[in-house]
């Protein structure tokens, strides 16, 4: 039997950010689910990098250095960052 793991408040709005915006970059799903908080030292990319990580969100390298996000379940498995 697998556990199924608890995806928090912030880690489901990237969730739900980037299917309603596939294709937008991390920038994007980190000021839509934290807002533009200056403070943050890592921009807010923790809870866009837990999602890529947990396999959630799918993050394709851009030539330009950026990342475009997808939603992992309607492109297929695995994500990276």
Not at 66 to 76: N, P, T
């Amino acid at each position: 039997m697998t556990t199924q793991r608890h995806i928090g408040p912030v880690m489901q709005a990237v969730v739900n950010y980037v299917r309603a915006n596939p294709g937008g970059t991390k920038i994007d799903a980190a000021r839509a689910t934290w807002g533009d908080r200056k403070g943050l030292s890592n921009y807010g990319y923790r809870p866009v990098d837990r999602a890529i990580k947990r396999g959630l969100v799918r993050a394709e390298r851009q030539s330009s250095g950026r990342y475009q996000l997808f939603v992992a379940d309607e492109l297929g498995a695995g994500g990276t960052a």
